[in-house]
C-alpha cells in the first residue's frame, strides 16, 4: 500500500529558530515529491521535487529529495509566527495526478 | 492569472441527499483532481480528469462520482451523503506536460457538513 509519514507530527518553536520537517514515503512508480503550507485554507504549493540531492530553495524555505532512502526533508531557517501552519508532504505516482498525502506536520512558532 | 475557483465555499446537507460541488481551474491548466480532507485521513485522492475523461480514481464508493467539461470545469456529485462524507473537498489543477504533470494548486475548497 502506498504510504507517506511525516514526522514530526506536531513541533512548537519560537521565532528565529530554524527547524526539519520530515517526510518519508513509499510510492508505487514514483515520479515526485511536493511540499505544500496549509494555514486555515487550502494548500499552497512550496516545492516539488523531482530529482535526488539537488536543493531547491525559496527564501527562508528550502527542501531537499533522497530517492535512494526515499525520503525528503524541509527546512525552515529563521522562522516567523507567519510560519505556522500544518506542512504537508506529497508523493506523486508516475502516470497519473494521484498524489498521496502524508497526515502533516503542525508547525507552531511562537514570538 | 487568476486560482482555482470552487463553488460553493460552504455546504449543509443532510443524510440522504445529494450535492454536487463545482471547480473551475486556473487558465490553461486542463488537469483537475478532487481530494477529500478530513481530520482522521488527512487529504486522499477521489479523482482525477484530463480532456473530459476520468484517468484516475481513488479508493472510495461508486457514490463519489465527477466530470469535466470542454473548458475544463469539473464537478463532482455525491449521492446518499452519510455521516462520514463530512469533509473539505479540495480541487486542485495543473498543467499536463507531455514529460511530467507539473504542479499541482489547490482551490479553496467545499466545506461540507452532513446532519
Known amino acids: 500500500e502506498d504510504k507517506v509519514v511525516q514526522s514530526p507530527l506536531s513541533l512548537v518553536v519560537h521565532e528565529g529558530d530554524t527547524v526539519t520537517l520530515n517526510c518519508s514515503y513509499e510510492v508505487t512508480n514514483f515520479r515526485s515529491l511536493l511540499w505544500y503550507k496549509q494555514e486555515k485554507k487550502a494548500p499552497t504549493f512550496l516545492f516539488m521535487l523531482?530529482?535526488?540531492?539537488i536543493e531547491k530553495k525559496s527564501g527562508r524555505l528550502s527542501s531537499i529529495l533522497d530517492k535512494k532512502e526515499l525520503f525528503s526533508i524541509l527546512n525552515i531557517t529563521a522562522t516567523q509566527t507567519g510560519d505556522s501552519a500544518v506542512y504537508l508532504c506529497a508523493a506523486e505516482q508516475g502516470g497519473s495526478e494521484k498524489l498521496v498525502f502524508g497526515k502533516g506536520t503542525k508547525l507552531t512558532v511562537n514570538p | 492569472k487568476a486560482g482555482v475557483t470552487q463553488t460553493p465555499r460552504y455546504l449543509i446537507k443532510t443524510r440522504g441527499q445529494q450535492v454536487t460541488l463545482s471547480c473551475s481551474p486556473i487558465s490553461g491548466h486542463r488537469s483537475v483532481s478532487w481530494y477529500q480532507q478530513t481530520p482522521g485521513q488527512g487529504l486522499q485522492f477521489l479523482f482525477e480528469?484530463?480532456?473530459?475523461?476520468?484517468?484516475n480514481k481513488g479508493n472510495f464508493p461508486g457514490r463519489f462520482s465527477g466530470r469535466q467539461f470542454s473548458n475544463s470545469r469539473s464537478e463532482m456529485n455525491v449521492s446518499t451523503l452519510e455521516l462520514g462524507d463530512s469533509a473539505l473537498y479540495l480541487c486542485a489543477s495543473s498543467v499536463k506536460r507531455v514529460e511530467g504533470h507539473g504542479e499541482q494548486y489547490f482551490g479553496p475548497g467545499t466545506r461540507l457538513t452532513v446532519t
Open positions: 480528469y484530463f480532456s473530459e475523461t476520468q484517468r
Open positions: 523531482t530529482s535526488s540531492g
